[in-house]
Nanobody, 123 residues
Framework: VQLQASGGGKVQPGGSLRLSCGSS????????IGWFRQAPGKEREGVAC????????WTVDSVKGRFTISGDSGKNTVFLQMNSLKPEDTAVYYC?????????????????YGQGTQVTVSS
């Protein structure tokens, strides 16, 4: 497994979770790293992206102001801080990498996916 996602769980609406994406195989800071989610019966959706080497980030409109993506090169980890969670955020969340060195979020081609972590928002 080249990417490992963790941090999912069950929270009440309005709660917070922080997802982590790490790798023991390669340094994330040189690539575009994205978070995706897939709810039952729905297509996979891109949620956020970061390319640390050029300080480029992107988040989908539906989570702007609630989710923040960041990277910690020392820990070789990309985080997705999720605040003000809503039931519609319930999904399996995956992280992925564009393994072209120097890749950026704009035009990213994600080819390496990690296993998912379940996020459930329910009262």
């Amino acid at each position: 497994v080249q990417l490992q996602a963790s941090g999912g769980g069950k929270v009440q609406p309005g709660g917070s979770l922080r997802l982590s994406c790490g790798s023991s195989k390669f340094s994330l800071e040189y690539y575009a790293i994205g978070w995706f989610r897939q709810a039952p019966g729905k297509e996979r959706e891109g949620v956020a992206c970061i390319s640390s080497h050029d300080s480029n980030t992107w988040t989908v409109d539906s989570v702007k102001g609630r989710f923040t993506i960041s990277g910690d090169s020392g820990k070789n980890t990309v985080f997705l801080q999720m605040n003000s969670l809503k039931p519609e955020d319930t999904a399996v969340y995956y992280c992925a990498a564009d393994r072209r060195v120097g890749s950026s979020c704009a035009g990213a081609q994600f080819s390496t996916y990690g296993q998912g972590t379940q996020v459930t928002v329910s009262s």
